[in-house]
């Protein structure tokens, strides 16, 4: 059965993210020595996150974390059958989907809080925060900043080989739907 899981809005959030988080890491990697783009689309992020979480508390039931987010044993019984040739066909995120969902929400929102307070030797791309807080706190701040740029990376390389199993082993599309709100999903069990 088709069904329309994905709103325009949470498309638009999940693309403009996607090219936000492209092209910061980008700049942050091999950008000029002034990274004022850098910070602009940190701020972008930001504002888009808090987009997602209030969107994740009331927008569309499809977009509602409490649509998708599930327990531990759910994710460990989804996971077991990860490898099964078939399409999950489940609607919107399944368990699995879903923690990489919120993983990416969380070390986005830490790569965004912490560049605030960044203070790097370099006296020029300095943190708008980075004043309100002792040396050793942006000197932190650096630190997991850089971490979190790592861990960015690996999620979205998790993310990208996860979209493109599903595609070649699954059977499953899931690019479509994120570009026009559809999904084939198995229809509800009686």
Not at 91 to 111: E, R
């Amino acid at each position: 059965m088709r069904v329309r899981v994905w709103d325009p809005a949470l498309r638009a959030y999940h693309w403009l993210l996607a090219a936000a988080v492209t092209v910061t890491w980008l700049l942050g990697q091999f950008g000029p020595a002034s990274m004022t783009l850098h910070f602009w689309l940190g701020y972008s992020i930001l504002g888009l996150l808090a987009f997602r979480l209030v969107w994740g508390l009331a927008g569309p039931a499809p977009a509602r974390f409490a649509s998708f987010v599930r327990g531990p044993g759910a994710t460990l019984r989804y996971a077991r059958g990860i490898f099964v040739r078939q399409p999950s066909l489940t609607a919107g995120h399944n368990p699995l989907g879903a923690l990489s969902a919120v993983a990416m929400i969380a070390v986005l929102a830490m790569q965004g809080v912490t560049g605030l307070f960044v203070d790097p030797d370099d006296y020029i791309n300095v943190g708008p925060l980075a004043g309100s807080v002792d040396a050793a706190t942006r000197k932190l701040a650096i630190r997991l900043h850089h971490l979190g740029a790592t861990l960015a990376v690996v999620l979205v390389g998790l993310h990208v080989a996860a979209i493109l199993f599903y595609r070649v082993w699954k059977r499953e599309d899931l690019v479509r739907p994120m570009l026009t709100g559809w999904k084939l999903v198995r229809p509800p069990r009686d």
